[in-house]
């Protein structure tokens, strides 16, 4: 060579990574210099180890604050990783060239977004930082608002500086005829060998053994110059600062190594990085460039952040697709439908050998149709579509997800730099065999198990330090305390919480105990509606984490808040997570006296408020109570335990006290009809009424000089939600109740009653609707039929004047089946002798029914 050998690449394109590596091949340079951050220099060895798979990422980090951050992520088919391992096998040197991290890092404090930064991680859905992409260009498919693109846009004289960003793949493709940026660059590099021929048949096979492999390298470097002259620098207002250093950093290795070099870069430099420029002036443009310390280590990375559709554009929407052409040796087509065919298989779908043989044909057909040099994804997905999937889109999103996309997360070697609370974030994931995953999975977990428990509480620190691994899920096989159920998904960007968690200590527990010490400090001394409930849940949080040294502060902080509080909606928000804190350390095995106190303070404090606190409310305000109402009850049937007075007696228990605060707001015409309503119904529900109870206060309520608005709200509260249908269906005196005062509702007000009554009843089922109907058109129940002999059963509330035993007996068979009883036991001659011994040997045998009544009373 008689100078450097510049590659311009497309960043993640396999035709490019198999370019790359053919002329690598052949030129043989005694130095690869590649785009991406200098401080990542000592860490290019640890890529030829065993436990380095891609994808991963150059992760870097301001020291100072580690929510400033950018990645480098890096592909089986990036060209930059694919020379990084070529001069590692060969134990050629590798240098980054670009602009450091610690400049870029910095360069955000300005108000530009520095490249790659992510905020702690987060990142608004569609965005794109810059140098999440490897060495900050463009994505593809990306075209910014206003974007001047080949012949479309504003003209400008040669050498013009653009005022927006340019998309170069968009003009040349555009230039060459295509409105298809992605479809362009296919046929022309990715669906191409590496000397330019067509893949349809073989890989890297094309272009003979004395063709150039710098040939396509050439072209593309005339076209982006051509580009340049028209453009300038496009629009990215760092890239003249980046290639400034990236000469430097050329002339220094050119000094150290001679001419025979290979750079790797973005083909929109490499003009840049062949244009006659002076030091000083390169230097003049580093100048005064502002600086951090800045951390840089490899992450796992996965294809679905390489995809931009999720969030997180690195330029590819298909890096599964990539990756298989990448690493397919031939018949990339057939080879693809076969995959295809392999996960379709696994999803129960009837796909044979001949739907493959067909997709392939018609995929071929196809691309030879729209002149294209091998089928793509838009082929492939026709193809699939029509002969796989019977003209149905379903296989589609599954295919999508999982090849196109793909699951695949990246691994890095235990020896990678890391921060302590990495270190023993991994430790203790690899003790509590716990692995990291991109796809999401479930996790149950049985609290009485310790390494569950253990599990448990990981999860709960790193929730509390912002590290969301697991989320909780609802548990569809137990309802139990002892059980929980966790989503675990392990996104790149958790590294990034990682090392912003660590400010707080060197492991697990020593952080998110100093954070939750902090943050009951801060409550304390704060103010505000959600201050209690916030505590309260802290304290939760710490009871779950399992956090002993973080209580205290964290007790104090709530009894604190507690005590200057005096609304009755916020205590009420605060009791539920307080009782549950209560029940789970009972379930765990931790010391919750404290909070038991403190909740049993606050439930007095609701008990004296609530009746005053509900008068006077406007439907908003009803509504809210009714909530607080509905809170505070659950809370108090989980906490309300027995109470050994002074005198050895023992004194009303905590339901009775809150029974006899409901009877109190049941009773006050002040109080809003829906908390009345709603009153009356739990008391119900507690057997707190009389058999003649509820039927009172529901005439009451539903009197002729009720205001009909009020009225409506009281049969909200008392029959809403989606158990009230069931009540009305069983309790016929009360649905009669209902249908009497809605028929004697005025005409003028039965238009403000109606919504009201549509709001409740269609929360019910419709099974529960039809029958109540059923119930309304029918009239009074008859009186079921009896076997001779046998009295009519008194009747219970709410229910007919007596039981059709006949019809009961019916369902012996299947109730000893779900009891697990044995069927002798009750209706054979022998053993109901033995359990009567009164009994006559000539008496005959019991009628079914009473078996029934036997059967029940034996069970219970």
């Given at each position: 060579m008689t100078g450097p050998l510049l590659l311009g690449v497309r960043h993640h394109g396999p035709g490019s990574a198999r370019a790359v590596r053919a002329a690598l091949e052949q030129y043989t340079p005694a130095a690869v210099l590649i785009e991406g951050p200098p401080e990542a220099d000592e860490l290019v060895p640890l890529a030829a180890q065993e436990g380095m798979r891609p994808p991963v990422a150059l992760l870097a980090h301001a020291q100072d604050d580690p929510g400033r951050a950018a990645f480098w992520p890096l592909a089986e088919f990036s060209p930059e990783w694919v020379a990084m391992r070529w001069a590692l096998e060969r134990g050629v040197p590798v240098r980054f060239i670009d602009l450091p991290a610690a400049h870029s890092l910095a360069m955000g404090e300005d108000g530009e977004q520095p490249e790659g930064q992510t905020s702690g991680g987060e990142q608004p859905e569609g965005e794109q930082a810059?140098?999440?992409r490897f060495g900050g260009e463009e994505s593809e498919g990306d075209q910014p608002v206003g974007e001047t693109s080949g012949g479309d846009?504003?003209?400008?004289?040669?050498?013009?500086?653009?005022?927006?960003?340019?998309?170069?793949?968009?003009?040349?493709?555009?230039?060459?005829?295509?409105?298809?940026?992605?479809?362009?660059?296919?046929?022309?590099?990715?669906?191409?060998?590496?000397?330019?021929?067509?893949?349809?048949?073989?890989?890297?096979?094309?272009?003979?053994?004395?063709?150039?492999?710098?040939?396509?390298?050439?072209a593309l470097a005339e076209a982006m110059g051509a580009l340049r002259e028209a453009y300038g620098d496009g629009g990215?207002?760092?890239?003249?600062?980046?290639?400034?250093?990236?000469?430097?950093?050329?002339?220094?290795?050119?000094?150290?190594?001679?001419?025979?070099?290979a750079v790797v870069c973005g083909a929109w430099h490499v003009p840049a990085l062949a244009q006659r420029t002076t030091m000083a002036a390169d230097r003049q443009l580093l100048k005064g460039l502002p600086k951090v310390k800045a951390t840089v280590t490899w992450v796992p990375w996965t294809h679905r952040r390489l995809s931009r559709h999720s969030g997180y554009g690195a330029g590819i929407a298909s890096p599964g697709w990539y990756g298989h052409l990448f690493s397919a040796p031939d018949r990339p087509v057939e080879r693809w439908l076969t995959k295809v065919a392999g996960l379709l298989r696994e999803e129960d779908y009837a796909v044979s050998s001949a739907h493959v043989i067909e997709a392939?044909?018609?995929?071929?057909?196809?691309?030879?149709?729209?002149?294209?040099?091998?089928?793509?994804?838009?082929?492939?997905?026709?193809?699939i579509r029509a002969v796989m999937g019977d003209g149905s889109d379903a296989p589609s999103s599954l295919i999508h997800d999982r090849l196109v996309v793909g699951e695949v997360l990246g691994e890095v070697p235990e020896d990678a730099p890391a921060v302590p609370l990495q270190r023993d974030l991994a430790r203790t994931r690899r003790t509590l065999r716990l692995t990291p995953a991109a796809l999401e999975r479930e996790l149950e977990l049985d609290l009485r198990k310790e390494t569950d428990a253990a599990r448990s509480r990981l999860l709960h620190r790193l929730r509390l330090l912002g590290i969301p691994w697991g989320e909780p899920a609802h548990s569809r096989g137990s309802t139990g305390t002892f059980r929980e159920t966790w989503r675990l998904r392990w996104e790149p960007e958790l590294s990034?919480?990682?090392?912003?968690?660590?400010?707080?200590?060197?492991?697990?527990?020593?952080?998110?105990?100093?954070?939750?010490?902090?943050?009951?400090?801060?409550?304390?001394?704060?103010?505000?509606?959600?201050?209690?409930?916030?505590?309260?849940?802290?304290?939760?949080?710490?009871?779950?984490?399992?956090?002993?040294?973080?209580?205290?502060?964290?007790?104090?902080?709530?009894?604190?808040?507690?005590?200057?509080?005096?609304?009755?909606?916020h205590l009420a928000q605060a009791l539920p997570a307080l009782?549950?804190?209560?029940?789970?350390?009972?379930?765990r095995g931790t010391e919750s006296a404290a909070l038991r106190e403190v909740a049993m303070g606050l439930a007095e404090r609701i008990f004296v408020g609530l009746p005053p606190a509900c008068a006077g409310l406007d439907a908003e305000g009803a509504a809210a109570m009714r909530g607080h109402l509905d809170a505070t009850h659950q809370a108090v049937g989980l906490l309300g335990r027995p109470e050994t007075g002074e005198e050895g007696r023992a004194p009303k228990s905590l339901r009775a006290r809150w029974a006899a605060v409901l009877h109190t707001v049941s009773e006050r015409d002040a109080v809003p009809g829906l908390i009345r309503g709603r009153a009356v119904r739990l008391l119900l529900d507690e057997g707190e009424l009389g058999e003649e109870g509820a039927e009172r206060l529901m005439g009451l309520a539903l009197s002729p000089g009720t205001p009909p608005v009020d009225a409506a709200g009281w049969v909200e509260g008392f029959v809403g939600g989606g158990d009230g249908g069931m009540l009305l269906v069983h309790d016929e005196r009360l649905l009669a109740l209902v249908d009497g005062w809605l028929t004697g509702v005025p005409d003028a007000a039965f238009t403000d009653v109606l919504p009201l009554l549509r709001r409740t009843f269609a929360e019910y089922e419709a099974g529960v609707r039809r029958t109540l109907g059923e119930l309304i058109r029918r009239g009074p129940t008859a009186t079921p039929r009896h076997p001779p002999g046998d009295a009519p059963d008194p009747a219970a509330p709410g229910f007919g004047p007596g039981l059709d035993r006949d019809r009961a007996a019916a369902v012996l068979p299947t109730l000893r089946l779900l009891l697990g009883i044995e069927q002798q036991g009750f209706d054979s001659?022998?053993?109901?002798?033995?359990?009567?011994?009164?009994?006559?040997?000539?008496?005959?045998?019991?009628?079914?029914?009473?078996?029934?009544?036997d059967l029940m009373g034996a069970r219970t």
């Amino acid at each position: 060579m008689t100078g450097p050998l510049l590659l311009g690449v497309r960043h993640h394109g396999p035709g490019s990574a198999r370019a790359v590596r053919a002329a690598l091949e052949q030129y043989t340079p005694a130095a690869v210099l590649i785009e991406g951050p200098p401080e990542a220099d000592e860490l290019v060895p640890l890529a030829a180890q065993e436990g380095m798979r891609p994808p991963v990422a150059l992760l870097a980090h301001a020291q100072d604050d580690p929510g400033r951050a950018a990645f480098w992520p890096l592909a089986e088919f990036s060209p930059e990783w694919v020379a990084m391992r070529w001069a590692l096998e060969r134990g050629v040197p590798v240098r980054f060239i670009d602009l450091p991290a610690a400049h870029s890092l910095a360069m955000g404090e300005d108000g530009e977004q520095p490249e790659g930064q992510t905020s702690g991680g987060e990142q608004p859905e569609g965005e794109q930082a810059e140098g999440e992409r490897f060495g900050g260009e463009e994505s593809e498919g990306d075209q910014p608002v206003g974007e001047t693109s080949g012949g479309d846009g504003p003209e400008k004289e040669p050498g013009a500086q653009a005022d927006v960003r340019v998309d170069p793949v968009r003009v040349l493709a555009e230039a060459a005829g295509y409105d298809d940026p992605e479809r362009w660059w296919e046929d022309v590099v990715e669906h191409r060998g590496g000397g330019g021929t067509s893949r349809r048949s073989g890989g890297d096979s094309g272009g003979g053994a004395d063709a150039d492999a710098a040939a396509p390298f050439a072209a593309l470097a005339e076209a982006m110059g051509a580009l340049r002259e028209a453009y300038g620098d496009g629009g990215h207002d760092r890239d003249p600062v980046r290639e400034a250093h990236m000469r430097l950093r050329l002339r220094a290795a050119r000094k150290e190594f001679g001419d025979n070099i290979a750079v790797v870069c973005g083909a929109w430099h490499v003009p840049a990085l062949a244009q006659r420029t002076t030091m000083a002036a390169d230097r003049q443009l580093l100048k005064g460039l502002p600086k951090v310390k800045a951390t840089v280590t490899w992450v796992p990375w996965t294809h679905r952040r390489l995809s931009r559709h999720s969030g997180y554009g690195a330029g590819i929407a298909s890096p599964g697709w990539y990756g298989h052409l990448f690493s397919a040796p031939d018949r990339p087509v057939e080879r693809w439908l076969t995959k295809v065919a392999g996960l379709l298989r696994e999803e129960d779908y009837a796909v044979s050998s001949a739907h493959v043989i067909e997709a392939v044909r018609l995929a071929e057909g196809l691309a030879t149709v729209r002149g294209r040099p091998l089928a793509g994804l838009t082929e492939l997905d026709d193809a699939i579509r029509a002969v796989m999937g019977d003209g149905s889109d379903a296989p589609s999103s599954l295919i999508h997800d999982r090849l196109v996309v793909g699951e695949v997360l990246g691994e890095v070697p235990e020896d990678a730099p890391a921060v302590p609370l990495q270190r023993d974030l991994a430790r203790t994931r690899r003790t509590l065999r716990l692995t990291p995953a991109a796809l999401e999975r479930e996790l149950e977990l049985d609290l009485r198990k310790e390494t569950d428990a253990a599990r448990s509480r990981l999860l709960h620190r790193l929730r509390l330090l912002g590290i969301p691994w697991g989320e909780p899920a609802h548990s569809r096989g137990s309802t139990g305390t002892f059980r929980e159920t966790w989503r675990l998904r392990w996104e790149p960007e958790l590294s990034v919480r990682v090392a912003e968690a660590g400010i707080w200590g060197t492991t697990v527990l020593s952080a998110a105990t100093a954070k939750a010490v902090a943050e009951a400090s801060e409550a304390s001394e704060a103010s505000g509606a959600a201050t209690l409930a916030g505590v309260t849940a802290l304290a939760e949080r710490c009871l779950l984490a399992g956090l002993p040294d973080a209580l205290p502060v964290v007790m104090q902080a709530l009894s604190d808040r507690a005590a200057l509080d005096a609304d009755v909606g916020h205590l009420a928000q605060a009791l539920p997570a307080l009782v549950r804190s209560v029940r789970y350390g009972d379930v765990r095995g931790t010391e919750s006296a404290a909070l038991r106190e403190v909740a049993m303070g606050l439930a007095e404090r609701i008990f004296v408020g609530l009746p005053p606190a509900c008068a006077g409310l406007d439907a908003e305000g009803a509504a809210a109570m009714r909530g607080h109402l509905d809170a505070t009850h659950q809370a108090v049937g989980l906490l309300g335990r027995p109470e050994t007075g002074e005198e050895g007696r023992a004194p009303k228990s905590l339901r009775a006290r809150w029974a006899a605060v409901l009877h109190t707001v049941s009773e006050r015409d002040a109080v809003p009809g829906l908390i009345r309503g709603r009153a009356v119904r739990l008391l119900l529900d507690e057997g707190e009424l009389g058999e003649e109870g509820a039927e009172r206060l529901m005439g009451l309520a539903l009197s002729p000089g009720t205001p009909p608005v009020d009225a409506a709200g009281w049969v909200e509260g008392f029959v809403g939600g989606g158990d009230g249908g069931m009540l009305l269906v069983h309790d016929e005196r009360l649905l009669a109740l209902v249908d009497g005062w809605l028929t004697g509702v005025p005409d003028a007000a039965f238009t403000d009653v109606l919504p009201l009554l549509r709001r409740t009843f269609a929360e019910y089922e419709a099974g529960v609707r039809r029958t109540l109907g059923e119930l309304i058109r029918r009239g009074p129940t008859a009186t079921p039929r009896h076997p001779p002999g046998d009295a009519p059963d008194p009747a219970a509330p709410g229910f007919g004047p007596g039981l059709d035993r006949d019809r009961a007996a019916a369902v012996l068979p299947t109730l000893r089946l779900l009891l697990g009883i044995e069927q002798q036991g009750f209706d054979s001659e022998p053993t109901r002798q033995q359990a009567d011994p009164s009994r006559l040997p000539n008496e005959q045998p019991a009628h079914p029914s009473r078996q029934a009544d036997d059967l029940m009373g034996a069970r219970t």
